[in-house]
Nanobody, 120 residues
Framework: QVQPVESGGGSVQAGGSLRLSCAAS????????MGWFRQVPGNEREGVAA???????RYADSVKGRFTISQDNAKNTLYLQMNSLKPEDTAMYYC??????????????WGQGTQVTVSS
């Protein structure tokens, strides 16, 4: 059973940084991607960043140049380095495994989420 578990969320002031981690025990990279998504109450969950098994990456336009997705295959761990955070980045962030880039509905496995709050 694959169960992603996120950590690293918290509260930070605008301009600050956070690094999210996702331990995906039981997951073996296939042809799919792992990704980070975020959701604000009342809105749909949106793709933030995704990475495939050979390190290819894609980002939402809103985070390009500020966020970096990476992975440690040996540890089955996914990371999201978030710099220059803005209040509009405030959301619950979810890790997902075995999907297709930033297409939310294609992902099979989801974590429970970690809250990121950015104050102005």
């Amino acid at each position: 059973q694959v169960q992603p578990v996120e950590s690293g969320g918290g509260s930070v002031q605008a301009g600050g940084s956070l690094r999210l981690s996702c331990a995906a025990s039981g997951y073996t990279y296939s042809s799919g991607s792992m990704g980070w998504f975020r959701q604000v109450p009342g809105n749909e969950r949106e793709g933030v960043a995704a990475i495939d098994s050979v390190g290819g990456t894609r980002y939402a336009d809103s985070v390009k140049g500020r966020f970096t997705i990476s992975q440690d295959n040996a540890k089955n761990t996914l990371y999201l380095q978030m710099n220059s955070l803005k209040p509009e980045d405030t959301a619950m962030y979810y890790c997902a495994a075995d999907g297709w880039w930033l297409l939310r509905k294609t992902y099979k496995y989801w974590g429970q989420g970690t809250q990121v709050t950015v104050s102005s």
